[in-house]
T-cell receptor, first 113, second 110 residues
Framework: DSGVTQTPKHLITATGQRVTLRCSPR?????VYWYQQSLDQGLQFLIQ???????AKGNILERFSAQQFPDLHSELNLSSLELGDSALYFC????????????FGPGTRLTVL | GIQVEQSPPDLILQEGANSTLRCNFS?????LQWFHQNPWGQLINLFY???GTKQNGRLSATTVATERYSLLYISSSQTTDSGVYFC????????????FGAGTRLAVHP
């Protein structure tokens, strides 16, 4: 158990819908990261937050957005869902957010029908 | 951006055998981590090793930063070692955006 929690574990929805994925970092960690794992793209970095502020962006679509709240939990919002958005979404956390170990949560498996 | 190549892509072992997995990266890195993704999809952190050598039980890892490669050694393999092993690096000067390799898929047979 990494100490990072994600909910829900599984999510099944239809094209065009909007969903919210939630992540709670390890106790004491200030930085949260979101990654997407799909069959065709592999594991890709989406976005990083540090102590409530966006710090780095990767290959995140405009239909996706994220935020980190004052209690340091984070949410990833996916809207206008397409079949290709079906993937495993991971949240990770680290103490500082630069050159330190990232610990990954169990992931949320999203299926878009 | 930085490129990460892992080899071999697939590996089949008999229980008890040893193996070496390799990760090559194209630029200097601030962070290098090895992960094991088990058959249930969980990503388990094995090592944080931007340079040097570390050991944890039957697993050890070595990163030679000047030559831009890292090696993961698995000794006396067990069926529970099966899964995909990923190397991930960050070369952004402190933002910690991990770039993952394609992975090595390991199957250990009894």
């Amino acid at each position: 158990d990494s100490g990072v929690t994600q909910t829900p574990k599984h999510l099944i929805t239809a094209t065009g819908q909007r969903v919210t994925l939630r992540c709670s970092p390890r106790s004491g960690d200030l930085s949260v990261y979101w990654y997407q794992q799909s069959l065709d793209q592999g594991l890709q970095f989406l976005i990083q937050y540090y102590n409530g502020e966006e710090r780095a962006k990767g290959n995140i679509l405009e239909r996706f957005s994220a935020q980190q709240f004052p209690d340091l939990h984070s949410e990833l919002n996916l809207s206008s869902l397409e079949l290709g958005d079906s993937a495993l979404y991971f949240c990770a956390s680290s103490l500082q957010g630069g050159g330190d170990t990232q610990y990954f949560g169990p992931g949320t498996r999203l299926t878009v029908l | 951006g930085i490129q990460v190549e892992q080899s071999p892509p697939d590996l089949i072992l008999q229980e008890g055998a040893n193996s070496t997995l390799r990760c090559n990266f194209s630029d200097s890195v601030n962070n290098l981590q090895w992960f094991h993704q088990n058959p249930w999809g969980q990503l388990i952190n094995l090592f944080y090793i931007p340079s040097g050598t570390k050991q944890n039980g039957r697993l050890s890892a070595t990163t030679v930063a000047t030559e831009r490669y890292s090696l993961l050694y698995i000794s006396s393999s067990q069926t529970t070692d099966s899964g995909v092993y990923f190397c991930a690096v960050d070369g952004t000067g402190g933002y910690n955006k991990l770039i993952f390799g394609a992975g090595t898929r390991l199957a250990v047979h009894p």
